[in-house]
């Protein structure tokens, strides 16, 4: 394969998959995106319109794992790395989302909306398909298609 390569960076992820089980592994994240001269969130990698799979490197020297993301419930990531001033933007909400099958999650979403909407309907109801949950050291995504319900 010819051509310019595109300079990645690895993250360590955890995936919940729909049947319960957790994959750790690297992401590979771009380093410079068209929105902005930084590294890509993961954020901006599992909302990407053009991803349907994303690769992951489970361990050193073993071949890539194409993940489903229809089928990736959540994405934990440490909030030191993901953590930006954008992310944190708004009103803070506490919140309580249950999945389908698996543990209650619990954190916090920060709201940034025009004021007339700054409830968690209208934060949920955006068009995303993974939607950023803080907590104390973690960021967790979660997939849209596997919230069962948003407690505030």
């Known amino acids: 394969m010819s051509g310019p390569k595109?300079?990645?960076l690895s993250r360590t992820v955890v995936f919940t998959l729909t049947d319960?089980?957790?994959?750790?592994?690297?992401?590979?994240?771009?380093?410079?995106?068209?929105s902005h001269d930084s590294v890509q969130r993961l954020g901006e990698l599992l909302n990407d319109e053009e991803n349907f799979f994303i690769p992951v490197k489970t361990t050193p020297g073993a071949s890539v794992t194409l993940l489903n993301l229809d089928h990736i419930?959540?994405?934990?990531?440490e909030r030191q790395i993901e953590t930006d001033e954008w992310l944190v933007m708004g009103n803070n909400?506490?919140?309580?989302?249950k999945t389908y099958n698996q543990e209650p999650l619990e954190g916090e979403i920060y709201i940034n909306l025009p004021n007339d909407c700054c409830r968690p309907k209208d934060f949920f109801n955006q068009d995303l398909k993974f939607?950023?949950?803080?907590?104390?050291?973690?960021?967790?995504?979660?997939?849209?298609?596997?919230?069962?319900?948003?407690t505030d």
């Open 6 to 8: 595109i300079q990645k």
């Open 73 to 77: 419930v959540s994405v934990q990531t």
């Open 20 to 34: 319960g089980s957790q994959i750790k592994g690297d992401v590979f994240l771009r380093l410079y995106t068209q």
């Open 131 to 150: 939607f950023p949950l803080f907590q104390a050291n973690h960021v967790v995504y979660v997939n849209y298609r596997h919230i069962l319900s948003v």
């Open 93 to 97: 909400t506490p919140v309580r989302i």
